[in-house]
């Protein structure tokens, strides 16, 4: 049985040759994800921005900042977390994922999840929520994000039993100043999780 980390080494092999949808053609980088391969908590964005294209590291741009920002105010270290997102590649212009995309690409972060097994799966973001919600088996529990953000559901598909919670992308803080706030509070559910990191 190979271990975590030679599972994520094939995850990493497969996306860096990876040409399965158009959008390999434009992106400097696939990103795939970074962080602890036994973290307890792991956190799935949308699609990398232009910094993380550039650098191939997930949530190193200004929104990272700010998630850095959260996970300092949550009392997270970000070496205990794992993060990846729904596309591995950059869509031209940050447009939103399309629904080919995420078909075509998930595969990859299924076997990320899969691996890692974290006891809390984080989306950051709304097309993210709405992938893992349905993968989760919790589609009828499903609505705006605005109506669910920070609560802590429980998987009934899939991984059953993991905890999932969906929290608003880090980038809406940094259009919206007044969104701060509710994501630092959406945080401080991570305190209460009792796990252990
Ligand atoms: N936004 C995301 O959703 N992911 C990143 O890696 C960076 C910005």
């Known amino acids: 049985m190979p271990d975590v980390t030679s599972?994520?080494?094939l995850?990493?092999?497969e996306v860096i040759a990876c040409q399965k949808c158009s959008l390999y053609q434009t992106r400097q980088n696939p990103v795939v994800g970074t962080g602890n391969h036994h973290a307890k908590i792991m956190f799935v964005g949308e699609a990398p921005g232009a910094q993380e294209d550039k650098t191939a590291h997930p949530f190193?741009?200004?929104?990272?900042?700010?998630?850095?920002e959260l996970l300092n105010h949550a009392g997270v270290r970000r070496e205990d977390v794992y993060i990846a997102n729904?596309?591995?590649?950059r869509p031209p212009g940050n447009?939103?994922?399309e629904f080919q995309e995420i078909e075509t690409c998930t595969g990859?972060?299924?076997?990320?999840i899969t691996a890692i097994n974290p006891s809390a799966l984080c989306?950051?973001?709304?097309?993210?929520?709405s992938?893992?919600?349905?993968?989760l088996g919790l589609g009828d529990k499903l609505k705006s994000i605005s109506q669910i953000h920070g609560q802590v559901f429980v998987a009934r598909e899939w991984l059953p039993g993991i905890k999932f919670i969906p929290f608003y992308h880090p980038a809406v803080a940094v259009y919206n100043s007044g969104m701060k706030e509710a994501l630092k509070k959406d945080f401080e559910v991570l305190k209460k999780l009792d796990l252990v990191l």
């Open 11 to 13: 995850v990493r092999d």
């Open 108 to 112: 990859y972060l299924q076997r990320q």
């Open 60 to 68: 190193c741009g200004a929104s990272g900042k700010f998630l850095d």
């Open 131 to 135: 992938y893992l919600m349905q993968k």
């Open 95 to 97: 447009r939103d994922p």
């Open 86 to 89: 729904l596309l591995k590649c």
């Open 7 to 9: 599972k994520l080494k």
């Open 123 to 129: 989306s950051l973001g709304r097309h993210s929520m």
